[in-house]
């Protein structure tokens, strides 16, 4: 204790430096945690967090007695798989065949591809409702002129997925291509001049330099987005579709329900228990993502 | 060489550009649309290519400026205040935890990089901010729930970690006390990454919609993307029910109210998607370097 005491007197400057970061983080994240007891409490405001009653499991009981237990949790799961692997894909390929387009014109590419990604999600959504509004929107306009019927695209669930993929896609992919390309450029070019001396075509470099060299960085990054499959993006299923209740059959996320229980609704409770509930899977998953990289490769183990 | 190469490059030019101009045309949809006459939108719809042109959306706006001004003065301070305060706390947690000399070390790092992994969500988040800290319509909820992220930190500690240690043990035998040696010598030494992170940081202040939509209630300190979130669900509310503003004999039509809402979209989120490409270099060497364990 005396000891400990000495050692902390040594190092009291640096954790003073590190004060601040500790309380805010005590406050904004781990009394949060506490605060998850409410998932196991019928919350009242004028009880608070500690004086309202436990009930146990039952705000969980009643959640997954519900449809939407299922829709979220499947919704959340499929986008996001779909997410991951439309970006990574695409930006995969775009990064490679930049690569091989001349650094002035490339340069060009870059900036109008990143460009979406400096928009709020808010901003993106007028501009899918530039394209989607019932009446004047740019696409049923465009129907009309081809003689077709148009589409209530807010109160339409079926081409939902296709919209919110691609969606997501334009907003994401410049930004990921970029990251590829960072990658491949700080591929060693020895590589690239011993295979041009021996007469290797660009595909061939492609599939036998490129693409080897970085998989191990894309499997890392898509194991370890296993570990974000459970936190969906707020924003893009929020304002995409306007927020329109004739959709949330295809569109609700975990996340957008919690935020309606919480603020439309007003069911605490419920909405505390659906965040538990994201909370904790999204924790297995996250050790589960992280264990399987650590079995394949320890140096890209996020711990 | 370049010979065998012509055909595929013009390909690839064919390919890009076109791939740029799915990426721009839409904004220049939403900008051609606070462009138009309304009662051209009326009649034809958005269109890339108005039939009648008109400023009236913009006159609209600039004769009753305060919304839009007022909007502008709340996210300015919030990402002033929010990046310098993000930006020094995140730096000196960073550098205690770039210090393999410091005792609590590894525990530090645990605490921090922990709240990356689980978090209470958004319940508690909110009862806290609510009921306990009673910071409902203060500028400082839309501050403190984005103050200091792990991942930032993350980040810096990588970048303070190659400071040679030696310059802090020289320091140290000169009779320097630790403070001063963070903020006479580790800060002035990170100013690249400080940069960085500064703009990452006021990036995502000027983005944030979320803590807004949680929080703000009061008029007179709704952030830009919140007045965005306000205005885009009024849209929806008007045009899901033109058949009852008819009824009530509103001229929609004469009312500026597609236009407009796009000219607010544009003014509030043009200045920044001008500004912010310059700077792509920093995100990208931000978030690769971030990617990469520290």
């Given at each position: 204790?005396?000891?400990?005491?000495?050692?902390?007197?040594?190092?009291?400057?640096?954790?003073?430096?590190?004060?601040?970061?500790?309380?805010?983080?005590?406050?904004?994240a781990?009394?949060?945690?506490?605060?998850?007891?409410?998932a196991?409490?019928?919350y009242?405001?004028?009880?608070?967090?500690?004086?309202s009653?436990?009930?146990?499991?039952e705000?969980?009981?009643?959640?997954?007695?519900?449809?939407?237990?299922?829709?979220?949790?499947?919704?959340?799961?499929?986008?996001?798989?779909?997410?991951?692997?439309?970006?990574?894909?695409?930006?995969?390929?775009?990064?490679?065949?930049?690569n091989?387009?001349?650094?002035?014109?490339?340069?060009?590419?870059?900036?109008?591809?990143?460009?979406?990604?400096?928009?709020?999600?808010?901003?993106?959504?007028?501009?899918?409702?530039?394209?989607?509004?019932?009446?004047?929107?740019?696409?049923?306009?465009?129907?009309?002129?081809?003689?077709?019927?148009?589409?209530?695209?807010?109160?339409?669930?079926?081409?939902?997925?296709v919209?919110?993929?691609?969606?997501?896609?334009?907003?994401?992919?410049?930004?990921?291509t970029?990251?590829?390309?960072?990658?491949?450029?700080?591929?060693?070019?020895e590589?690239?001049?011993?295979?041009?001396?021996d007469?290797?075509?660009?595909?061939?470099?492609?599939?036998?330099?490129?693409?080897?060299?970085?998989?191990?960085?894309?499997?890392?990054?898509?194991?370890?987005?296993?570990?974000?499959?459970?936190?969906?993006?707020?924003?893009?299923?929020?304002?995409?579709?306007?927020?329109?209740?004739?959709?949330?059959?295809?569109?609700?996320?975990?996340?957008?329900?919690?935020?309606?229980?919480?603020?439309?609704?007003?069911?605490?409770?419920?909405?505390?228990?659906?965040?538990?509930?994201?909370?904790?899977?999204?924790?297995?998953?996250?050790?589960?993502?992280?264990?399987?990289?650590?079995?394949?490769?320890?140096?890209?183990?996020?711990? | 060489?370049?010979?065998?190469?012509?055909?595929?490059?013009?390909?690839?030019?064919?390919?890009?550009?076109?791939?740029?101009?799915?990426?721009?045309?839409?904004?220049?949809?939403v900008?051609?649309?606070?462009?138009?006459?309304?009662?051209?939108?009326?009649?034809?719809?958005?269109?890339?290519?108005?039939?009648?042109?008109?400023?009236?959306?913009?006159?609209?706006?600039?004769?009753?400026?305060?919304?839009?001004?007022?909007?502008?003065?709340?996210?300015?301070?919030?990402?002033?205040?929010?990046?310098?305060?993000?930006?020094?706390?995140?730096?000196?947690?960073?550098?205690?935890?770039?210090?393999?000399?410091?005792?609590?070390?590894?525990?530090?790092?645990?605490?921090?990089?922990?709240?990356?992994?689980?978090?209470?969500?958004?319940?508690?988040?909110?009862?806290?901010?609510?009921?306990?800290?009673?910071?409902?319509?203060?500028?400082?909820a839309?501050?403190?729930?984005?103050?200091?992220?792990?991942f930032?930190?993350?980040?810096?500690?990588?970048?303070?970690?190659?400071?040679?240690?030696?310059?802090i043990?020289?320091?140290?035998?000169?009779?320097?006390?630790?403070?001063?040696?963070?903020?006479?010598?580790?800060l002035?030494?990170?100013?690249?990454?400080?940069?960085?992170l500064?703009?990452?940081?006021?990036?995502?202040?000027?983005?944030?919609?979320?803590?807004?939509?949680?929080?703000?209630?009061?008029?007179?300190?709704?952030?830009?993307?919140?007045?965005l979130?306000?205005?885009?669900?009024?849209?929806?509310?008007?045009?899901s029910?033109?058949?009852?503003?008819?009824?009530?004999?509103?001229?929609?039509?004469?009312?500026?109210?597609?236009?407009?809402?796009?000219?607010?979209?544009?003014?509030?989120?043009?200045?920044?998607l001008?500004?912010?490409?310059?700077?792509?270099?920093?995100?990208?060497?931000?978030?690769?370097?971030?990617?990469?364990?520290?």
């Amino acid at each position: 204790m005396r000891r400990e005491l000495h050692h902390f007197r040594n190092n009291r400057e640096l954790f003073v430096l590190s004060l601040p970061g500790i309380v805010y983080k005590l406050i904004f994240a781990y009394l949060p945690m506490v605060g998850l007891i409410i998932a196991f409490k019928n919350y009242r405001y004028d009880l608070g967090m500690f004086g309202s009653k436990w009930v146990g499991l039952e705000n969980f009981r009643y959640l997954f007695s519900t449809d939407a237990a299922w829709r979220i949790t499947r919704n959340t799961v499929l986008y996001n798989a779909a997410y991951i692997l439309t970006t990574a894909a695409a930006a995969l390929l775009l990064a490679i065949l930049l690569n091989e387009v001349k650094a002035k014109w490339s340069k060009y590419y870059q900036t109008a591809l990143f460009l979406p990604y400096f928009l709020s999600w808010v901003l993106v959504g007028y501009v899918a409702y530039a394209f989607l509004n019932h009446s004047d929107g740019f696409i049923n306009r465009t129907l009309e002129a081809f003689g077709m019927e148009p589409i209530s695209w807010y109160q339409n669930a079926g081409p939902w997925p296709v919209i919110l993929i691609l969606v997501q896609l334009w907003k994401a992919v410049g930004f990921n291509t970029l990251i590829y390309f960072a990658g491949i450029i700080g591929i060693n070019g020895e590589y690239y001049e011993a295979a041009k001396i021996d007469g290797a075509t660009k595909r061939q470099m492609a599939m036998k330099i490129t693409i080897p060299l970085l998989a191990p960085l894309v499997i890392i990054m898509l194991i370890l987005s296993i570990g974000n499959m459970f936190r969906g993006d707020f924003g893009l299923h929020y304002f995409i579709p306007n927020n329109s209740g004739f959709l949330y059959g295809s569109t609700d996320i975990i996340d957008t329900y919690v935020y309606r229980a919480l603020r439309e609704v007003g069911n605490v409770s419920m909405s505390a228990a659906t965040g538990f509930y994201q909370s904790v899977v999204g924790f297995i998953l996250v050790l589960l993502a992280n264990g399987i990289v650590r079995k394949i490769n320890p140096d890209h183990s996020l711990w | 060489m370049t010979k065998t190469t012509k055909p595929s490059q013009i390909g690839l030019h064919l390919l890009f550009t076109v791939l740029s101009l799915i990426v721009i045309l839409p904004f220049l949809l939403v900008v051609a649309v606070s462009l138009t006459d309304e009662k051209a939108i009326t009649q034809n719809g958005y269109q890339f290519f108005p039939k009648s042109i008109s400023l009236d959306a913009y006159r609209y706006m600039l004769d009753a400026p305060d919304i839009l001004l007022r909007a502008y003065g709340v996210t300015i301070t919030v990402t002033v205040i929010g990046a310098l305060a993000g930006l020094l706390l995140t730096a000196m947690t960073a550098y205690v935890i770039s210090r393999p000399d410091y005792r609590y070390n590894r525990i530090t790092t645990f605490y921090v990089f922990f709240t990356m992994l689980f978090s209470g969500g958004l319940v508690p988040s909110y009862i806290l901010m609510t009921q306990y800290l009673h910071l409902k319509d203060s500028l400082l909820a839309l501050i403190l729930p984005v103050l200091l992220s792990p991942f930032n930190i993350m980040v810096m500690k990588g970048f303070m970690s190659k400071i040679p240690i030696e310059i802090i043990e020289s320091a140290k035998i000169d009779g320097a006390r630790e403070f001063r040696i963070f903020f006479r010598i580790i800060l002035p030494l990170s100013t690249p990454a400080l940069a960085t992170l500064g703009l990452l940081i006021s990036f995502t202040y000027w983005n944030e919609w979320f803590n807004g939509m949680l929080y703000i209630d009061n008029p007179n300190k709704v952030p830009l993307q919140l007045l965005l979130v306000r205005t885009l669900k009024s849209i929806d509310f008007l045009t899901s029910n033109s058949e009852f503003t008819q009824q009530l004999g509103i001229d929609l039509a004469s009312f500026p109210n597609n236009s407009a809402r796009m000219a607010i979209a544009v003014l509030a989120g043009g200045p920044m998607l001008v500004i912010f490409p310059f700077f792509q270099r920093f995100f990208v060497k931000g978030l690769t370097v971030g990617s990469l364990k520290g």
